[in-house]
Structure formats: structure tokens, C-alpha cells
């Protein structure tokens, strides 16, 4: 059999479900050469001198070969290129050229829980991808349905159940526990950096000797040392490893590039720039400015993070008696708004205008993209004492209609998000403010 043939076959047969399976397909095993006789599942690999063999399905004390393998070599690489014709599996309905990582992850987090109700994911996939796509579709699953013998009884296609989510959300935590087989942490760009940088550092220190106190300078600084780093990584293999903003402007920018702006205990926008990074050692004459920002962070992580905390409960009990009583109040006032490209914090909104409401939903949002609109808001509706109308607190909202004290909570854990993120260094960086559409 060969190779592709062999991976969908054994796909179809759900073994990559099996980690040891995985790992046997996308990597070199060192084991017993008769190990396979005690542990014969269907489709095993046994990586032989002779080449790479599998546990015949139907007969397990056979062997079968599989031809296209590299001898001392794993039988795929997760970057290698194959092309599917339209249906080669269910969920895939054009033709495609995809890789075998990408195929292994949509036969596990796609296909396994959903079958062909969701298409087949093509380039990278997330977990928060998938959610989005999730959570338009998503049902209670019906009593009839839950149990083993009705699995697929009555499921409408359009729906996606509780009960397949759940098998989503564990197929995302088993595909994260192959990360050390996938993702190559280190390498030796991860573990270091291009000596030019340090060039660059100092003919832009130089280029704003006398302006090195302002923190947006040195943003801009920052900014320019980074983008070279990220420029000089592109295309090593520990690039899948560090995708995180944090990652390069924070982690690697104060160990290679330069420590940059340190913010002490005082709440001003002074800083302290030091240039030097860690790895060419401590400038002893920043000394104070380090361990001020150390004890900064440690103290944010406590008593800040306490603010946060105590105005979640103020405003969980000061709003406790909130609740969504009617449809309509019937109000006339709304807040203006720009309806931007986050169109999912709009469906469910009403808009307010002469002609009356208008709903905003999936299919309409996209009219009003990047136009002004009067939403009705909680702020002006009419209903007395601590009551609220469906209309104007919109559909999230209205269909928890005893929980709008945990929205309203929600501010205070905000701030409690800010502070114990502000213990793990922040950033500095540059944003654009248009004034417009800020003041509103
Ligand atoms: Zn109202």
C-alpha cells in the first residue's frame, strides 16, 4: 500500500485517536523489533531496517508494507505537501492542496466531533477559530439524542450539539498534548540573535540621542529592533514556537535586544531606558531601575489585582437585582455608534431611526459596516426600578434574563485582568488614536 493510501485508511479507521499511533507516523521510534507482536493494533507502524511496515487490519500477526517511506526517516513530515481531490473525506468539497499535519488535525478536531457538518479546515486552524464557527450553530443536545444508540438519530445538519462541542473541546486538549512532536521550542535562532542587531541599537540610539527619555521614542525603538529580529527568525523552525506578541516584545526583546523602557512603582509616564540587554549582562548603574520594575510587577500581581476583585463583588451585589422583564419599553433613545468589523458585538443590537427598530442580525450586519447608528442601550430604557427590556440590553443579554449582574461584573474583571497582566511585563508600544471615532 502506499503511503497516502495508508494514512487515510488508517484515518478512516479513527487511529488517530491513538497518540501512539501519531507519533509513530511523524517520527522515528526506537523499539523492540518484535515489540509489535504483543502490541498489534490495527494500522501499527513498525518501522523495520528493512522499511516502514504495518499491522495488517484484518490479520493481525501480519505485516503489510508501505511503499513511499524513507528508510531511518518518520513516514510523514508534518509540513509535507499532499493534494486531495474534492471528497477524498467528507467534509471536503473542492479539491485541495493541504499538508498532512493540517489533514491529521482536521480528521481530530473537525471530522471526529462534527462528521461533515463542518467543512474541512484549510491553513491554519485555532481553537478560537473553530469557536466562532461553533458558536452560531450551537444546541442543547435533546435528551433523545444523548446515549450511545441515538448518536445519529434526529441531528439537523444545521445544529451543532453540546455533546459533539464536548468531543471538540477534547480532541483540541489531546491534539495539544502532541505539541512536543509538532512544535520545535528550540533551535538555535530561538536560542539566539543576530549580532547586526546590536548595530542597529546603536545607530538609533545615536539618531535620537536626545530624546531617549520620551517612552514613545523608545516604543519606536523597540518597534524597529523587534521587526529585525522577527524578519531574521522568518522561515526557522522554531517560528511555529514563538507566535506570541509576548514572545518577541517582551521575552526576547529584553533578553537579546535591549531592556528598554522600565516603569517603576510611581503611576507617571517616566522611564528609565536601559539599553543594554540581558544577555550582554546587567548595567549595574540601572540596578535600581530592574528591581523597581520587579517589585512594580510582584506588587501589581497582589494589591492591584485586588481592586479588581473587590469591584467585581461590589458590582455583583450593587446589581443583583437586575433583570429582563418585558419585551419592548418601547424607548426612542439609543447611543451612536460606528459599526465596525467585529460584526459579532452588533447582532442583536437595535437600531433606532425614523422608520423604527431595525434588528441587527448576521445577514444585515454587513449593510451597515462602517456607518454611523443609533443603538438602543440600557442607558435610556424605560422600565422602572432595577427592570430592563429585551430590546434594549440586545439578544445576549435578553436570553440570560436573571444574569445581567454577571455582565455588569464583568468591568470589575476587567480591571482585575489588567492588573495580574501588568505583572508579567508589558509592552511598549505605539497606538494610533483617531480622535473621531474616540470621541463618540
Ligand atoms: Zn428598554
Same mark, same amino acid.
Given at each position: ?230 524578519? *531574521? ?112 458585538? *452588533? ?94
Amino acid at each position: 500500500m502506499n503511503k497516502h493510501d495508508y494514512f487515510m485508511a488508517a484515518c478512516a479507521a479513527e487511529e488517530y485517536r491513538r497518540s501512539a499511533w501519531v507519533i509513530s507516523v511523524f517520527a522515528v521510534l526506537r523499539e523492540d523489533p518484535d515489540k509489535w507482536k504483543t502490541d498489534n493494533y490495527p494500522y501499527r507502524i513498525v518501522q523495520l531496517p528493512t522499511g516502514h511496515w504495518f499491522v495488517n487490519p484484518e490479520n493481525r500477526e501480519e505485516l503489510l508494507p508501505i511503499e513511499g517511506g524513507v528508510k531511518g526517516e518518520p513516514l510523514f513530515a508534518p509540513g509535507e505537501k499532499v493534494h486531495l481531490k474534492a471528497h477524498a473525506v467528507s467534509n471536503l468539497h473542492k479539491d485541495a492542496e493541504v499538508t498532512y499535519g493540517n489533514l491529521l488535525v482536521n480528521f481530530a478536531g473537525v471530522i471526529y466531533p462534527f462528521g461533515d457538518k463542518v467543512e474541512y479546515q484549510l491553513g491554519e486552524i485555532t481553537a478560537r477559530g473553530m469557536e466562532s464557527i461553533i458558536i452560531k450553530r450551537l444546541k442543547d443536545t435533546p435528551m433523545e439524542l444523548t446515549g450511545p444508540e441515538n448518536q445519529n438519530k434526529q441531528r439537523d445538519p444545521k445544529f451543532i450539539y453540546v455533546d459533539e462541542y464536548l468531543k471538540f473541546c477534547d480532541a483540541m486538549f489531546y491534539l495539544g498534548g502532541l505539541a512536543t512532536l509538532f512544535v520545535p521550542a528550540g533551535s538555535k535562532k530561538a536560542m539566539t540573535v543576530d549580532p547586526d542587531v546590536i548595530k542597529l541599537r546603536e545607530k538609533l540610539i545615536a539618531e535620537n540621542k536626545d530624546r531617549l527619555h520620551d517612552p514613545a521614542v523608545i516604543a519606536k525603538i523597540d518597534a524597529e529592533l523587534v521587526a529585525h529580529d522577527k524578519a *531574521w527568525i522568518k522561515g526557522d523552525e522554531a517560528e511555529h514556537f514563538l507566535l506570541s506578541g509576548k514572545a518577541y516584545n517582551i521575552v526576547r526583546k529584553k533578553l537579546f535586544l535591549q531592556m528598554g523602557a522600565e516603569m517603576g512603582l510611581d503611576e507617571t509616564q517616566n522611564v528609565d531606558y536601559i539599553p543594554q540587554s540581558l544577555n550582554e549582562g546587567w548595567d549595574i548603574s540601572k540596578f535600581p531601575a530592574m528591581n523597581n520594575a520587579l517589585r512594580a510587577g510582584s506588587f501589581n500581581r497582589g494589591a492591584q489585582t485586588m481592586l479588581g476583585g473587590e469591584s467585581v463583588k461590589w458590582l455583583l451585589r450593587a446589581s443583583s437585582n437586575m433583570m429582563v422583564t418585558k419585551d419592548d419599553c418601547g424607548s426612542k433613545l439609543g447611543n451612536l455608534f460606528v459599526i465596525d468589523k467585529h460584526t459579532e458585538n *452588533w447582532v442583536g443590537f437595535s437600531m433606532v431611526s425614523d422608520a423604527g427598530l431595525t434588528k441587527i442580525t448576521d445577514e444585515n450586519v454587513g449593510e451597515y459596516l462602517g456607518k454611523q447608528v443609533m443603538l438602543r442601550s440600557p442607558m435610556y430604557c424605560k422600565l422602572p426600578k432595577t427592570d430592563f427590556c429585551k430590546v434594549c440590553v440586545g439578544d445576549r443579554l435578553a436570553a440570560n434574563p436573571t444574569a445581567l449582574s454577571a455582565a455588569v461584573a464583568a468591568y470589575g474583571s476587567a480591571f482585575l485582568a489588567l492588573f495580574m497582566a501588568a505583572a508579567h511585563a508589558k509592552a511598549l508600544l505605539l497606538a494610533k488614536l483617531d480622535y473621531r471615532t474616540a470621541i463618540i
